[in-house]
């Protein structure tokens, strides 16, 4: 494993890279956590054991206001989030192992990968959106994110829970987002897992997207959660057995 820092527009961002062994030249997948999320959580190591056992090698990025990396919490949001993998797409460039490029995230940051499919088609062999929470845009302009409600033709300056507090420019971001375009540029196979348990983004959402691309394929995991707790076994067997 090396780890290592990404220069995004001033931002330093953490990430490592661990390249599948045995492996000289390869595909390389991007993985990138969640909201609040970091590239330690269980899942996230869970998944790039197995793409590492795959021959894929990995590599974890914290996006902007996350774990390790520059910026606030408070302060992130998705179009700087994209900002990041713009210029972890630069670094990536750089090396010279690289065959094919995988786009993988989990929640949030499957939202972000959806939204990269759509800019960057050609750019991404496939998609992995792990319990995508491409909801995201959808809620953000009814008025109300994972518990804490706001008037959304009035955004307050800060949104707040017992556990995050968040710019109001967030929501200004999420509400300009519009993920079907985005499904509807990327031809590529992309694969979904989500839990079929999940209380934080619905299973349905899985469904819903999965009817939209082109190409893709979805795995439920019964039972599961948002973070596939006591399911990461499955979870590692389902990104075991994929195959593009
Ligand atoms: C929301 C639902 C889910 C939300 C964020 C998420 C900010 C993302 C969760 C995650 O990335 O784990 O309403 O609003």
Redo the contacts with the bound molecule.
């Keep these: 494993m090396k780890e290592y820092y990404i220069d995004s527009d001033g931002i330093q961002l953490h990430a490592k890279l661990d390249r599948a062994e045995g492996v000289e030249k390869g595909p390389l997948c991007i993985l990138i956590h969640?909201?609040?999320?970091h590239m330690e959580e269980e899942h996230i190591i869970e998944v790039q054991k197995a793409m590492n056992d795959s021959g894929v090698s990995v590599l974890r990025v914290e996006m902007y206001g996350h774990g390790g990396s520059g910026g606030t919490f408070a302060e992130h949001t998705l179009y700087k989030w994209v900002s990041n993998v713009f210029s972890v797409l630069e670094h990536v460039k750089t090396l010279d192992f690289v065959t094919d490029l995988y786009l993988c995230g989990?929640?949030?940051?499957g939202l972000l990968a959806m939204m990269m499919g759509g800019m960057c088609p050609d750019v991404f062999k496939a998609l992995i959106p792990l319990?995508p929470?491409w909801?995201?845009p959808e809620?953000?302009r009814q008025g109300?994110?994972?518990g804490a409600d706001f008037d959304p033709e009035h955004i307050p300056e800060m949104v707040e829970t017992e556990e995050w507090s968040?710019s109001g420019n967030?929501i200004r971001v999420?509400q300009s987002i519009f993920v079907e375009p985005a499904i509807e540029r990327f031809g590529g196979p992309v694969f979904i897992v989500h839990g079929d348990a999940d209380e934080?983004?619905p299973y349905s959402y899985a469904v819903k997207a999965a009817e939209k691309y082109k190409n893709c394929k979805l795995v439920s995991i019964h039972g599961a959660d948002?973070c596939f707790n006591g399911h990461l076994d499955e979870l590692y067997t389902v990104i075991r057995s994929w195959k593009v």
């Design positions: 969640g909201f609040t999320g989990h929640s949030q940051g319990s929470a909801m995201i809620v953000c109300s994110i994972l968040l967030y999420a934080t983004v948002h």
